[in-house]
């Protein structure tokens, strides 16, 4: 086959093709019934984890613009490759408490009607995959200020993590008004 005559497109679709051969379970496992994916991070001391579909990206922190008569917790607007999103501290937004910007905080991009916002978290500590089984054990929200968005807590090896709803957290009343 010669690569000159591929297109970038054709070349990568030949290179994942070749990755895939060399781990011939991975599809299998990507596709079982009942498994849930996940991208877990951490909010001052509790852990997280909300559908991979409803993060679009994960980014370092990049500098920001505070925005005037706002609440606390929106931390301003980004330049997120020439789109302004707005920045929420999410342990502020929760918990009252303010993040601490450190080497391992991060923002998750999530869309948001017309637009997307960006959460401000302490870390992401990478995908999470969840089971059938997993989720039958779960253990209901007792957190009264996370209820209305996690419905239930697993336990994934050795981590208690609560499965947050992105959806139910930028639909929340008070999450879309961030006017003081």
């Known amino acids: 086959m010669n690569a000159t005559a ?7 679709a030949r290179y994942e093709r070749l990755s895939l051969a060399h781990a011939s379970d991975v599809q299998e496992r990507l596709d079982a019934p009942g498994l849930w994916r996940g991208i877990g991070y951490r909010v001052g001391a509790r852990l997280f984890v909300s559908g991979i579909d409803e993060i679009n990206e994960l980014l370092a922190v990049p500098a920001m613009a505070p925005v005037p008569g706002t609440r606390p917790w929106l931390l301003g607007v980004a330049n997120v490759r020439g789109n302004l999103v707005p920045v929420i501290d999410l342990a502020r937004f929760l918990f009252g408490e303010r993040t601490q910007a450190a080497e391992r905080t991060r923002l998750l991009v999530v869309r948001q009607g017309g637009g997307s916002v960006a959460l401000l978290v302490d870390e992401v500590f990478g995908q999470r995959t969840v089971d ?49």
């Open 132 to 180: 059938g089984q997993q989720r039958q054990e779960a253990e209901h929200e007792d957190d009264p200020r996370l209820t209305r968005f996690v419905e239930s807590r697993v336990r994934v090896g050795e981590q208690q993590l609560a499965l947050l709803s992105m959806g139910r957290l930028v639909r929340a009343p008070d999450f879309r008004q961030a006017a003081a």
């Open 6 to 12: 591929e297109s970038p497109y054709e070349i990568l």
